[in-house]
């Protein structure tokens, strides 16, 4: 169970529970002062219907049947102290009836009730019934057992409706959450099936609306850059026609080399437009698996150059925010740059962390002037330019310094995904 | 002499390209937009059409595709573009060949000549190149050695089958760059390299001890039959279908 549909569960028992004890406790105390209102009530009658039959006739009072009922027992006290019906004592309460006083009073867990008979012969009786807590409490436990089991079926319904509710919105919502994830993870293609709630309808709507701008605008992204590519590379195009028109070979050469520059330089401006397009509407990349692959694929070089290339990275995935294209054109940078700058024998490492670090070092002669800023005075190429702007938009940075073996030392620090 | 038909409406573009290809001896003309590059490619009858496919008032795959639909005459593409996604797309509408921007002449004016030769019926290279033990088949785009089949990775074969038709040739890492990866070469750039390195170990091979491939230090690399074969260095171009 979700822990939405939990607390939403939990939220309904308390609920319910505090409801169902503010209605069921005062009703049971209600139905036992009902139970015992009858009791009384009883005995009452049974009293007064005594009394007025032997007033009429004093010679039923040896008739009288004791035990009405199992919780009510009638006594006839008469003047001369002769008791009929149940056995009992003549009580203090029984004294002041025969006062001529009618009135019900407690007795032990039982009321009785004590009704005089004036005029007999030997003064004034008393007739005295008895009803006992049996009676008082006739039908209350069975009444509390029903509306026990009435408040657990209710507590009950109350918890699966809870239930069915939040399954209902952990369902939709749900949905919506598998959407995002899947649009953070660049399908912009999801769509969630708005269902639930008005308030949850509506956020799907809303994403799925969000969705299709996304896609709008990676498209319109893709058109632009497009576009740019087409502007940049058609005047390089004809300055590079014009220079191969060139008569003289030197100057030919030289300009062509400018050409060729200007052309990479260009290049690498097209591919840090496509960036938002290459990643999409989210991007990440295992640093750990591309290295491998990377080292992998400069490996034979390296065994050409007599070189050693050497990889040490964790065994779990690194993920980090690059797309993955990215990721491999930056690690290619830095090895590409220990092989342009490094004489053949010269041995490189790759180490990455956990934590998303990649650090390529070499036992070269190192670079000549670490630089205060930025990479351009060391960088004779485009290599590590990429890198570090990659590491940078991920959220990282790029560090250059001279490896324990004297050589560069280069560590690219990315954002984790 | 061979009449190009240049179909892009950069004037400076236009113009750099209409002088490059007069230089190399072809008649030329030109349009500067989509509709009246098709008139005049239906009309004037050209050789060879290069098509921008960034044109102001038809989109250049259009262009292509209707061109296509009316005439035979050999394209080449030049594209912005170098997504393959997009070279492919003209490809598979109609283009014979493309360059992508930024180009030189010469390698525009090589394919001009290929297209022609393959137009003109020519083109005397057949779909099978054999160097020693190394079979290429162009057009099924496989490689046997000493009768295994090698599994090489599409630019490894583009790399093999170039060195191939230059057999004996020592080729430089800059043509390399520029005929097979269509980039322009940077003194620093190992792509060339790691690719070689890649092919060696393909062709059974090491750079210390080479069959095949044999580098030529500060000039380039040559693919030659073993010596053991000597009978068998030169390219050996025959057609198989």
Known sequence: MSSMRRQLAGLVAVTTSLVLLAFLIPLAIVLRHNAADRGIAAATDAAQSTAALIAVDPNTAPGINGRIDDGLTLSVFLGDGTVYGAAGSRTPSVELASRGRAFSAASGSGVEVLVPVQGMPGGTAVVRAYAAPSLLNRGVTRTWLILAALGAALFALGLILADRLGRRLTTAVSALAGTADRLAAGDLEARVTPDGPNEIRRVGEELNRLASRIGELLTAEREEVADLAHRLRTPVAALRLDADSIRSDVDRDRVGADVDYLTRVVDEVIRTARRPVREGAGASADLAKVARDRVAFWTPLAEDDGRTLTLAVPDQPVLVRVAIEDLATAVDGLLQNVFAHTTDGVDATVNVTADGVLTVADTGGGFTDVPERGVSAVSTGLGLDIARRTAEASGGGMTIGRSSAGGAEVTLRFGAA | ?241
């Open chain 2, 1 to 241: 002499m061979p009449h190009i038909l240049v179909i892009e409406d950069d004037p400076q573009l236009r113009s750099a390209l209409l002088r490059a290809l007069d230089e190399r001896g072809y008649a030329t003309s030109s349009a500067a937009a989509g509709m009246p590059g098709l008139r005049d490619a239906v009309d004037a009858r050209p050789d060879v059409v290069v098509l921008d496919l960034g044109l102001p008032d038809i989109d250049g795959s259009e262009v292509l595709r209707m061109l296509r639909a009316v005439s035979a005459v050999p394209i080449i593409v030049a594209t912005a573009r170098d997504d393959e996604q997009a070279i492919v797309r003209a490809l598979d509408a109609g283009a014979d060949d493309y360059v992508t921007k930024p180009f030189g002449a010469a390698q525009l004016d090589a394919r001009i000549r290929a297209i022609l030769r393959r137009a003109g019926g020519t083109d005397d290279r057949g779909t099978e190149i054999t160097v020693g033990g190394l079979v290429i088949d162009v057009k099924a785009r496989t490689v046997k050695l000493d009768g295994g089949v090698l599994d090489l990775a599409a630019k490894e074969f583009d790399l093999l089958r170039y060195l191939a038709e230059r057999a004996g040739q020592v080729v430089t890492k800059r043509e390399l760059q520029t005929e097979v990866w269509r980039q322009p070469y940077g003194g620093a750039d190992k792509t060339v390299d790691v690719h070689l390195s890649w092919l060696r170990r393909k062709l059974g091979e090491t750079a210390q001890q080479p069959r095949y491939l044999h580098t030529v230090r500060a000039v380039g690399v040559r693919l030659s039959a073993p010596e053991v074969e000597p009978d068998r260095t030169e390219p050996d171009r025959t057609s198989a279908r």
